[in-house]
């Protein structure tokens, strides 16, 4: 078997070889590609454009199109071409890695991508800390590394009456894995003062978005990233150097990191001003995401293609740590069963969760619930309502973060609907 | 037993002095001058000690929000633009973390600093470092005073159009929504976020 498996990689090298040079030499499209539609027949059959496929970079299939679109309520790019919220295509997910070019974008004020070149970029620590430090990215590169799956959320991620698909519904989160060095690295390379209490973060894109993040969380888990999903992080997810605040929500992931100031209060930032809270409760609620899941599949917008079998499929996500748990039910919340977990359970990351499932062609309401590894139970809207003391209406707004279940109405003709708030 | 007890409380010593001295352990990076942390350091306080020196009316500040181009996104007076309204209209909630009408995501426009900023700090620091779009960070600080002097005029948080803002006065003003937030609560580890939430 040992002997076999070089003249084997030799095979498909060789191969590789012939079939790159056999689409460089002959004009017509080689045997494996499939008939071009007219219209593309040039393209497909570019030489240069297929040698710099198979050598350089990697296109995914032309026959598949799942793309972002802007968040249902405000246009990206808006009056003034900035961009808002851009949404990941839920319903068309696989596992827990969201592609980074599917990735959710989320601005706090609107902005424009910027272009950063790394060998410029900086990374300062000051402030409360003994020793003030500056580091190149090639620095930061050099330190200690870890290796994190995390997912990121927008605190605008939340179902409502106007939004009929998993993608306008959930698609403000995404998962990466996440590569960096981790924040108590680098504050204890600096030296943190004994008084300190949170630290203020900040961007280099045009409007510098800065946010206060509490200091124990910062020394807790959270890491400076250099790369996601193998490679450098997307300029649209802030590179060179994003912050990753796990668990929070989105607005605390602080995109193009150029400044980390140790503090010894909560400084009130623009970014901190939509926290800014009258009620202690709902501030408790904001920063770290509960227990939350959501079935993609089927989901909002999708089409079933008559009865009988298919496997339900979705994402269920804790900021308080590893999903433990995700509970499927197929018939409006009187009777549950436990999913199968398809991926490992990493902390503060998607987790993608299955049930097998026969749909006998009858109208049904289909849900899942998370518990996380605190036993925290995801909740309903009705619970969530009863807790506040507020009317359970379609207008019922979820204080904080949203974590509620959401429920999918299939119809007896296979369409999928929002059905949180019929 | 008594000898494990002896190494712990030895390890404990050695790490606990370790931490305290909190010496470097990669050696990389390098120290910034003060100047250079001067020049990056546009965060502001609440209390304002990183606030510049300069100052500003809200009389200089009307001519200002045209000559700098700020009514051509906001309109004229603050109000009546493309982009968001700058001065609070009828009806409209003052409540920290409400978000303007039209701005649903919640996320944009948390309400209208100059009534629910608990302190002018804020918007100090937010015009400072993000406007006016596109020249972002280029306001001398006598006009970034005045522009929050005009603000507040406008929204009658300050009474004339004469009162001087600087880096000792604007802390100190006392914002329509001082009592209007409460602090954050510690975070701690692998705890819920409220426990008797549902």
Same mark, same amino acid.
């Given at each position: ?14 191969? /590789?070889?012939?079939?790159? /040079?056999?689409?460089? @030499? ?8 499939p008939?071009?539609? =007219? ?11 297929? *040698? ?8 995914r299939s032309r026959y598949v199109n799942s793309i972002r679109e802007? @968040? ?15 949404v990941t295509p839920l319903g068309e997910s696989a596992g827990i890695i969201t592609p980074s070019s599917l990735h959710y ?26 020793? +003030? ?16 799956v995390h997912f990121l959320e927008? *605190?605008?991620n939340r179902s409502?009456?106007?939004r009929n698909t998993v993608a306008q519904t959930h698609g403000m989160t995404s998962c990466s894995e ?16 004994? #008084? ?7 961007? #280099?894109?045009?409007?510098?978005? /800065? ?18 999903n193998?490679? +450098? ?6 590179? !060179? ?9 989105? *607005? ?9 100031? %140790? ?6 930032? &623009? ?18 995401i509960g227990p939350k899941s959501v079935i993609t599949f089927p989901g909002g917008g999708h089409q079933l293609k008559g009865p009988g079998y298919y496997e339900i499929s979705g994402l269920a996500w804790s900021g308080g740590g590893a999903v433990k748990k995700v509970d499927i039910s197929t018939d409006g919340g009187k009777t549950w069963k436990v999913a199968e977990f398809r991926t490992p359970a990493f902390r503060m990351a998607h987790t993608r969760f299955a049930l097998p499932w026969t749909w006998d062609g009858k109208e049904c309401d289909i849900m899942s619930r998370c518990t996380d590894e605190?036993?925290t139970v995801q909740p309903t809207r ?8 507020? +009317? ?10 949203d974590n509620t279940i959401q429920v999918w109405k299939i119809r007896g003709d296979g369409s999928v609907h929002n059905a949180n708030f019929l | ?37 001067? =020049?990056?350091?546009? =965060? ?8 510049? +020196?300069?100052?500003?009316? =809200? ?35 003052? @409540? ?18 100059? %009534? ?47 009162? %001087? ?15 209007? &937030?409460?602090?954050? !609560? ?10 008797? &939430? !549902?």
């Amino acid at each position: 078997m040992d002997r076999k498996k070089p003249s084997r990689r030799k095979f498909i090298a060789t191969g /590789a070889a012939v079939a790159g /040079a056999a689409a460089g @030499a002959l004009k017509p499209a080689h045997a494996q590609t499939p008939a071009p539609a =007219a219209s593309a027949a040039g393209a497909a059959a570019a030489p240069g454009k297929n *040698i710099k496929e198979i050598i350089a970079y990697g296109e995914r299939s032309r026959y598949v199109n799942s793309i972002r679109e802007a @968040a249902e309520g405000r246009p990206s790019p808006d009056a003034f071409g900035l961009t808002f919220h851009v949404v990941t295509p839920l319903g068309e997910s696989a596992g827990i890695i969201t592609p980074s070019s599917l990735h959710y974008v989320a601005a706090h004020r609107g902005f424009y991508v910027p272009d950063i070149d790394p060998a410029k970029h900086r990374l300062m620590i000051h402030g409360m800390v003994d020793r +003030p430090l500056i580091f190149t990215v090639d620095e930061v590169k050099r330190m200690p590394s870890v290796t994190r799956v995390h997912f990121l959320e927008c *605190i605008g991620n939340r179902s409502n009456a106007r939004r009929n698909t998993v993608a306008q519904t959930h698609g403000m989160t995404s998962c990466s894995e996440w590569t960096g060095v981790l924040v108590s690295t680098l504050l204890k390379e600096a030296g943190v003062q004994k #008084d300190a209490s949170w630290i203020v973060s900040e961007g #280099d894109e045009e409007v510098k978005g /800065a946010s206060s993040i509490p200091l124990g969380k910062a020394m807790d888990d959270c890491l400076v990233a250099w790369a996601q999903n193998g490679e +450098p992080v997307r300029p649209q997810q802030g590179f !060179p150097l994003r912050l990753i605040v796990p668990g929070f929500e989105g *607005i605390y992931q602080t995109k193009y990191l150029r400044r980390i100031k %140790v503090v010894d209060r909560y400084y009130m930032t &623009y970014n901190d001003y939509g926290h800014l809270q009258k009620d202690p409760k709902v501030i408790a609620l904001t920063s770290q995401i509960g227990p939350k899941s959501v079935i993609t599949f089927p989901g909002g917008g999708h089409q079933l293609k008559g009865p009988g079998y298919y496997e339900i499929s979705g994402l269920a996500w804790s900021g308080g740590g590893a999903v433990k748990k995700v509970d499927i039910s197929t018939d409006g919340g009187k009777t549950w069963k436990v999913a199968e977990f398809r991926t490992p359970a990493f902390r503060m990351a998607h987790t993608r969760f299955a049930l097998p499932w026969t749909w006998d062609g009858k109208e049904c309401d289909i849900m899942s619930r998370c518990t996380d590894e605190l036993g925290t139970v995801q909740p309903t809207r009705a619970q969530v309502a009863k807790f506040w003391n507020e +009317p359970l209406t379609p207008q019922f707004n979820v204080k904080g973060a949203d974590n509620t279940i959401q429920v999918w109405k299939i119809r007896g003709d296979g369409s999928v609907h929002n059905a949180n708030f019929l | 037993m008594r000898t494990s007890s002896r190494l712990l409380a030895f390890a404990l010593i050695i790490f606990g002095a370790s931490v305290s001295a909190q010496s470097p352990t990669y050696h990389l990076g390098r120290t910034p001058t003060p100047e250079e942390i001067k =020049a990056w350091d546009i =965060a502001i306080s609440p209390d304002g000690h990183e606030l510049p +020196p300069g100052h500003g009316t =809200a009389k200089e500040g009307r001519d200002v929000f045209i000559e700098k181009g700020c009514s051509q996104c906001h309109g004229r007076n603050g109000e009546g633009g493309k982009a968001p309204t700058l001065i609070v209209m009828k009806g409209m909630s003052t @409540a920290a973390g409400r978000p303007m009408p039209g701005m649903d995501m919640g996320i944009q426009a948390p309400g209208l600093m100059a %009534v629910s900023a608990p302190f002018a700090t804020t918007m100090w620091d937010y015009i400072n470092r993000g406007m006016p779009l596109g020249r972002e960070g280029s306001l001398k600080p006598d006009e970034v005073y005045s522009l929050v002097a005009f603000l507040l005029f406008r929204n009658d948080v300050i009474k004339s159009e004469d009162e %001087v803002l600087d880096n000792q006065t604007l802390p100190k003003l006392k914002m329509p929504n001082l009592s209007g &937030y409460t602090e954050h !609560p510690e975070w701690k580890h692998a705890t819920p976020r409220l426990s008797n &939430y !549902p």
